[in-house]
């Protein structure tokens, strides 16, 4: 397994993490798009832990995402695996990185494709892994081209590109922008790209960042930070805060992120790990509530998401786990009114109705009163009766005094027999 790098950003350059690997087919990058390209990965047919324990399965008799463009603003995406390939699925997208008009759906390291297919792989028969919204349309913007340097170091990437790529998924009718992206400078062009998308009641999903070395850092981080963004942190299979994931006011909701498995270049699949595979989780789901309900505004979505999240460790709106673990099935089948409740009316009792107590009253006092003339009369029939029953017997003995009763003979005491010894007496 290959473990994603910490996201890091200074300067003048944002950073992102990238992760994947495989081969190019058909729908090859262009000629020396990528210079060393990452070897293919083999298809794994065990169901991975997210699929299991998100279940989206059960949700996708109500929503599959249909009707909803996410755009992936990452390395761009590989619309040769066969999971993604279904004709619609994987847009042309936009190449930001490489200068002239390319494409973005090609990917020389796989981050991208990965993040793609937890958003929307299709299934296909002996592969447990799939995408959580199948049916959603996917926009590749492509604002890098690898994860680390030759020597091991996060790259960093030029913020322009990243605004670009924001601005462009916005533009394009993308209702759900992915970032599996994160920094610690706050870049205008960034802040600016992203409220851009925010206005264009776009659902701004970004990863919080793996840079975390202990709880009690406050760590910054972009654009997770940005007003109007959902940030995502990411958890193990245990449910509990992945160790490098970030901890702050930016962790809006957690997802699965540590050992998950994710799509690679043209086939295969790979085990990652990172807050930015948690991201997509996220995304997706945002994409079945908005195929669901598509008269909720970005805003009623994020809150709904947050809403119907499952309780986690760090209890609600917690600095590590936000509103708690992403719940696909609940943040679609919630009934839930996205409105704020409206104020109760002020209560204004009636006025009392005096001729009714009045009469109530004397119906009242009536009823007592026959309950003891009631009591009384029954009272006095008992003691008439005793008081014949006595002159009766009296009568017939003329009042002289009855007989006691002998008291019965004391019975015998029975004596204790003689003591018997088991041994003999000398």
Same mark, same amino acid.
């Given at each position: ?14 950073a ?15 000629? %020396? ?6 070897? =293919? ?6 169901? /991975? ?18 009707? !909803?463009? *996410? ?57 447990? @892994? ?21 020597? %091991? ?7 322009d590109a ?6 462009? =998924? ?6 759900v ?9 706050? @870049?205008? *062009? ?17 990863? *919080?960042?793996?840079s975390?070395?202990?709880t ?55 085990? !990652? ?24 505004s970005?805003?009623?979505?994020i809150?709904r ?11 609600l ?30 209560? *204004?009792?009636?006025?009392p ?56 003979a004391?019975?015998? /005491? ?13």
């Open positions: 397994m290959r473990r994603l790098p910490a996201l890091a950003a200074a300067g003048v350059l944002a992102v993490h990238l992760l994947g690997a495989a081969v190019p087919a058909s729908a090859a990058p262009p000629a %020396g798009a990528c210079q060393d390209p990452e070897p =293919a990965s083999e298809r794994v047919q065990a169901r /991975p832990w997210p699929q299991q324990t998100l279940d989206p399965q059960r949700v996708w008799p109500r929503s599959r995402g249909a009707g !909803v463009l *996410v755009a992936v603003v990452d390395s761009g995406v590989d619309a040769d695996h066969p999971q993604l390939r279904r004709p619609g699925k994987v847009r042309p997208g936009r190449d930001f990185y490489l200068a002239g008009a390319l494409p973005g759906n090609f990917d020389c390291v796989s981050h991208g494709t990965g993040v793609a297919g937890i958003i929307a792989a299709d299934p296909l028969p002996g592969i447990g @892994f799939h995408g959580l919204a199948p049916d959603a349309e996917i926009l590749p913007v492509r604002i890098t081209d690898r994860d680390i340097s030759d020597r %091991g170091e996060s790259l960093r990437i030029n913020p990243v605004a670009a790529g924001i601005r462009y =998924a916005a533009d394009q009718g993308a209702r922008i992915n970032l599996s992206l994160a920094g610690f400078a706050d @870049f205008p *062009v960034i802040r600016a790209a992203v409220a851009h998308a925010v206005a264009r009641d776009a659902v701004v999903v970004a990863a *919080v960042g793996n975390q070395q202990n009690s850092a406050g760590l910054p981080s972009y654009p997770a930070s940005y007003d109007g963004v959902l940030g995502v942190g990411a958890v193990d299979r245990a449910g509990a805060r992945m160790n490098t994931s970030q901890v702050g006011p930016y962790v809006g909701i957690v997802a699965p992120g540590a050992e998950v498995l994710a799509t690679t270049r043209e086939d295969g699949h790979a085990q !990652v790990d990172g807050t930015s595979f948690a991201a997509p989780f996220v995304a997706a789901t945002a994409a079945l509530v908005r195929s669901a309900w598509p008269r909720l970005a805003a009623q979505v809150q998401l947050k809403a119907t999240a499952d309780p986690a460790r760090g209890g709106g917690s600095a590590a786990y936000g509103a708690g673990l992403v719940d696909p099935y609940r943040a679609v089948t919630d009934g839930l009114d996205p409105e704020k409740p409206a104020a109760m009316p002020v209560f *204004v009792p009636p006025a109705d005096l001729a009714g107590l009045e009469k109530a009253a004397r119906t009242e006092e009536t009823g007592t009163t026959a309950k003891w003339l009631t009591a009384a009369a029954i009272g006095a029939l008992v003691l008439a009766g005793l008081a014949a029953a006595i002159l009766a017997r009296g009568n017939r003995r003329r009042w002289r005094p009855g007989r006691v009763a002998s008291m019965p004391e019975p015998r /005491p029975e004596e204790p027999p003689e003591q018997v010894f088991l041994i003999p007496k000398r």
